[in-house]
């Protein structure tokens, strides 16, 4: 199974990626990392740590916080509704979760990546701001991994928090900038594809019918399905970092285009803008952009891995 470290801000999509990703044999999580985002550092790092109670996975998990805000920009927390209260509105979780290990997420990634050259894959579902300084502080590190899949960006797609830009990428530009510049391989799921694979709710109410962490899980993605129904008039609703994670499980749901992209960090109304550059043939194709998606295949796929947490 192919060893994964993954960097999140949960966030209700991220906690559904988490559990994704613990009931998939395909990966191994050797990790788990966070990042200001969705809500501020403690809440996210809180958030992970529930989640991982939740799933029931080992205690000696790694879960390791990192950085409180973006590199070069003042902290932009999201809005609330569409996460809910502290960031994981819809868990109750019934006592304290465990503890986040000692350390800092960045030297933590870089040990992982150095320990493992050529083999580990970095899943970066919140703002980028860890990965940057991991490339920043750790030179060695980003040449070792495998590939660096992103959630973030809108190529050819309306962002969501302006017209221009996606969260992620909005949230820390700078920091995308690097990783899309860095060389490393990267892959990017941005909301192109993430907008296109919406989960229905007939499947949150399904999976909120089940047993223990499953059911639980139904609970946040019909409470998400609900607040992005008051909002958009959709009963479905992007489970963005769960498709990101997809993606690596199921190789065939994602079709990609291949060359180089970067992050605006200057405009004045695109902040954060994702520019991918796909003409052929590009002088660097370091980068992979999700283009289409086959939606069925993904809340299926979704639906049946969260199942497995009935327990
Ligand atoms: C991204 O922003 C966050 O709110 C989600 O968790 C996801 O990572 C979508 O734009
Ligand atoms: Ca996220």
């Given at each position: ?5 993954i ?8 906690a559904?990626?988490l559990l994704?990703a613990l009931a998939?044999?395909?990966l191994e999580v050797r990790g788990v ?15 992970a740590a529930h989640v991982l109670d939740l799933a029931g996975a080992p205690a000696g998990l790694p879960l ?33 979760p465990r503890?986040?290990g ?111 962490a ?95 947490h009935?327990?």
């Open positions: 199974s192919l060893p994964v470290v960097d999140c801000d949960p966030g209700v999509d991220d559904i990626a994704l998939s044999p395909e990392t966070t990042v200001a985002g969705n809500a501020a550092l403690a809440d996210v790092t809180r958030n390791v916080a990192g950085l409180a805000g973006p590199i070069a920009r003042p902290a932009r927390i999201a809005d609330e509704p569409m996460h809910g209260a502290g960031g994981l509105g819809g868990l109750a979780p019934a006592g304290p503890a986040p000692p350390g800092h997420a960045v030297d933590f990634l870089a040990e992982q990546a150095l320990a493992a050259p050529g083999a580990l894959t970095l899943v970066a579902i919140g703002p980028l701001s860890n990965v940057a300084a991991l490339l920043a502080r750790h030179p060695q590190a980003g040449p070792a991994l495998r590939e660096i899949v992103v959630m973030g960006g809108a190529a050819f797609a309306q962002g969501n928090i302006t017209p221009a830009a996606e969260f992620n990428f909005y949230a820390d530009p700078e920091a995308a900038r690097c990783v899309l510049e860095s060389g490393v391989p990267v892959r990017v799921v941005g909301l192109d594809v993430t907008r296109a694979a919406l989960l229905p709710l007939q499947a949150a109410e399904h999976l909120a019918g089940l047993a223990g499953a059911g639980a899980a139904g609970e946040l993605l019909r409470g998400f399905v609900e607040r992005y129904r008051e909002r958009f008039g959709v009963a479905a609703v992007p489970v963005h970092d769960a498709l990101a994670l997809a993606g690596l499980i199921d190789p065939g749901l994602l079709e990609y285009g291949h060359g180089s992209a970067t992050v605006e960090c200057a405009g004045e109304v695109t902040r954060g803008a994702l520019v991918a550059d796909l003409r052929t043939p590009g002088r660097s194709r370091t980068v992979r952009i999700a283009r289409s998606v086959d939606a069925d295949r993904f809340t299926a796929l979704l639906t049946e891995r969260l199942a497995r009935a327990g």
